[in-house]
């Protein structure tokens, strides 16, 4: 069974201090891994997606990285807007197989 | 691109009630997605349609969860005799071939 756990459940950041979220996963062959934010009250917005390890992503302030057994989502000078839940998820290899398997999330706050 | 729309946002039911929750996805996207979601967890997949087929359920579907897709266009999921156990935010997702998934803001149950 596909698993995905998140560390730390909550981060509280002052403005500007870097930090990394980290998204440990088993997987029966890892098809992709993907990064979400969520906002109170909505769905989550895709930030990423990385496909086998050593493969970086950036945007803006946010870069996620992928190995064999973890990713990371490192935080760069975070600002209060980045304040969000941070959502892993996984998606095994394996035909028909569609489904994403998402980890509790890291419940990001950034104090002014 | 006019995201993915859900109604109603807000659902609140009596226990035993019938709900339908309406989804309609971005509208060139051809897979539609069902996730449901409780405080302080991840979404968890429900189950997954490519166009008007439903190609995948999750052991969480129980018999009293419908899903249809027709015409291959908006979707409708319906809960049948309501439990408590029911209450959270259900999430859709609608996605293009294998681009990542873009969801809705949800429509948040509550059975009393």
């Known amino acids: 069974e596909d698993q995905v756990t998140q560390s730390p459940e909550a981060l509280r950041l002052q403005e500007g201090e870097s930090s990394s979220l980290n998204c440990s996963y088993t997987?029966?062959?890892?098809?992709?891994l993907f990064w979400y934010r969520q906002d109170p009250g909505k769905g989550p917005e895709f930030l990423f997606t990385?496909?086998?390890a050593g493969e970086e992503k950036e945007k803006e302030r946010l870069k996620a990285t992928l190995t064999k057994k973890e990713s990371f989502l490192h935080i760069t000078a975070p600002k209060p807007e980045d304040s969000a839940t941070y959502l892993c998820a996984v998606q095994a290899a394996g035909a028909g197989s569609y489904q994403l398997t998402f980890g509790k999330g890291t419940k990001l706050s950034v104090i002014p | 691109d006019t995201g993915v729309s859900q109604d109603p946002r807000h659902k609140i039911t009596k226990r035993g009630q019938n709900v339908t929750f309406r989804c309609d996805p971005i509208?060139?996207?051809?897979?539609l997605y069902w996730y449901r979601q409780t405080l302080g967890q991840g979404p968890e997949f429900l189950t997954y349609f490519q166009n008007e087929a439903q190609l995948e359920k999750s052991r969480l579907l129980s018999d009293r969860f419908s899903a249809e897709r027709p015409k291959g266009s908006f979707s409708t999921l319906e809960i049948q005799r309501t439990e408590q156990g029911d209450s959270a935010m259900y999430l859709c997702a609608s996605s293009f071939g294998d681009s990542p998934l873009h969801f809705g803001n949800g429509t948040r149950l509550t059975v009393t």
């Open positions: 990385l496909y086998s």
């Open positions: 509208s060139e996207h051809n897979r």
């Open positions: 997987v029966s062959g890892l098809r992709g």
